[in-house]
């Protein structure tokens, strides 16, 4: 666009020199609409911010004609010259980000009567923020360094207290992964289409003189006294607690399910609940019945999320069918807890070979449901069901987790629950019964959640269970969902 045309679309608007420094983002986009003059509308944006801050509040201007000096201030300030960029030495507040716009001064008005911000609020939020970080030289959003965007979601978290910095920026060194994340992290990435590699170097701290403490004779003895026994409850139990600061660390050490087992056969045994029971209250005295007695609550909860999230119809179908008073509690119940896959989608992706070629492919919310849930319609199925999951999981190179068993005609009809770690099945009365002894297993075991539904556990261990440990992965939808729930 040249300078005549610019100065024709100013007078149209009526847009005199004087009134020229009160325009904003907003006016702009009025004069200047449409995605085929963002560039122009951030390159003219800078200007007026670099021409306010030489001339404005040192000096007054007084009232000119439109036709002596705006034309003259178009001129004075080439359109296609290369202007500084306010990114290149100290990134603006988001306080005078969100005033300086009017939709920004909209949301900090909703927000006074709202007290929250919701999905449709926080997308306003980002795209006001973003719009600051235009490039002029390269025609791309600049993606600010990583203290400062830490800086502008503690700032956001600041103008909006309800707000967790999480959904906003978690750095790659707490997100324990590759890249950082967080909604404003992916906003500045997707608009570039491009994907930042980073190295992510963490490591496990032990304590070496405690772990020499414990492999005292004494520990090793009474562990090789459990190992022959026959499985005398009242004599185990008194073992079971002598070794347990041993065995915590011993299981550490293995860092796989069938040497545990192995180490460790009480585990295996039918009183293996029990003793799974023993140790997660020894590790988390205040946390050993939170979903037993929570779960009520949870389940209404639930329910009324879900009612406003799942946007898929046989998603939705299903969900449905918790309102039918023909299914069953533990049906219900299973079906909340599947759905939480479909609201806390899978971001994994694996690999594997099809004709000889590697492919990288999306984990789907099927995957993550049965990654932790299997339905079977009859108990002799169990075998078949667990030589499929051996076959796919040595397709896709992965581990077998420990994962739950449903068993009725549909899953709308459950009649039994069974645990299965490490080809060791454990039978429960309840699915809540069955799904907390598969929490736990993972909790005592030292295992990792199964990657395509590592958001669902860490939903069970954040929201039900109140455990945070220096090994959890932080997941900006997580956050997001966490902060739903609460409100």
């Known amino acids: 666009m040249n300078i005549e045309a610019a100065y024709d679309k100013f007078y149209a608007s009526?847009?005199?020199f004087d009134r020229l420094k009160y325009i904003n983002c907003d006016d702009l986009a009025l004069v200047f609409p449409g995605n085929e003059n963002i560039g122009y509308r951030a390159e003219l944006r800078e200007k007026i911010r670099l021409w306010k801050h030489n001339n404005f509040p040192e000096e007054s201007v007084s009232t000119l004609s439109m036709n002596s000096n705006i034309k003259n201030w178009i001129e004075n300030q080439p359109l296609d010259s290369p202007a500084t960029n306010s990114t290149s030495s100290e990134v603006t507040s988001v306080i005078d980000m969100v005033k300086n716009s009017k939709s920004g001064q909209s949301l900090l008005s909703l927000y006074k009567?709202?007290?929250?911000?919701?999905?449709?609020?926080?997308?306003r939020?980002?795209?006001?923020?973003v719009e600051n970080f235009f490039d002029l030289n390269s025609k791309k959003y600049k993606i600010p360094r990583p203290h400062e965007m830490n800086k502008l979601a503690e700032e956001i978290v600041a103008i909006f207290p309800t707000e967790n910095k999480e959904i906003y920026y978690i750095s790659r060194k707490d997100a324990r992964k590759t890249n950082a994340s967080?909604?404003?992290?992916?906003?500045f990435n997707n608009l570039n289409r491009k994907r930042i590699r980073l190295d992510s170097n963490t490591s496990e701290e032990q304590n070496a003189s405690e772990r020499e403490t414990l492999c005292s004779t004494n520990y090793i003895s009474f562990k090789n006294k459990m190992y022959f026994m026959s499985g005398d409850e009242s004599d185990a139990i008194n073992l079971w607690s002598e070794t347990y600061k041993y065995r915590v660390n011993h299981i550490r050490d293995l860092k796989d399910l069938t040497s545990i087992l192995e180490e460790w056969p009480f585990y295996k045994?039918?009183?293996?609940?029990?003793?799974l029971d023993f140790d997660f209250q020894k590790m988390y005295p205040d946390e050993n019945f939170h979903l037993i007695n929570n779960w009520t609550d949870m389940r209404n909860q639930l329910g009324q999320l879900y009612k406003d999230l799942l946007r898929d119809k046989q998603y939705v179908d299903l969900f449905g069918s918790v309102s039918n008073e023909c299914v069953n509690d533990n049906s219900k119940d299973c079906i909340l807890i599947m759905l939480l896959n479909a609201v806390l989608k899978p971001t994994s992706r694996y690999v594997a070979e099809i004709d000889g070629k590697r492919v990288t492919s999306k984990t789907t919310i099927r995957d993550a449901m049965d990654s932790c849930i299997v339905h079977i319609t009859n108990i002799n199925d169990l075998e078949f069901t667990y030589a499929e999951k051996v076959k796919k999981s040595m397709h896709r190179k992965e581990k077998i987790q420990p994962y739950l068993i449903v068993v009725g005609s549909d899953i709308k009809s459950l009649t039994e629950f069974y645990v299965n770690y490490?080809?060791?099945?454990?039978?429960?009365?309840?699915f809540?019964?069955?799904?907390?002894i598969c929490f736990k297993v993972f909790h005592v075991l030292n295992l990792e959640y199964p990657r395509e539904s590592s958001l669902m556990w860490y939903f069970l261990q954040k929201q039900i269970y109140k455990i945070t440990t220096v090994y959890d992965i932080k997941s900006s939808a997580l956050c997001e969902f966490l902060t739903l729930f609460k409100s």
């Open 14 to 16: 009526g847009i005199t």
């Open 113 to 123: 009567t709202k007290q929250k911000l919701d999905a449709g609020d926080r997308k």
């Open 125 to 129: 939020l980002l795209n006001i923020i």
């Open 182 to 187: 967080g909604n404003l992290y992916n906003r």
């Open 269 to 275: 045994q039918a009183t293996g609940p029990k003793f």
């Open 422 to 430: 490490g080809g060791t099945l454990q039978k429960f009365h309840s």
């Open 432 to 436: 809540i019964a069955a799904l907390d």
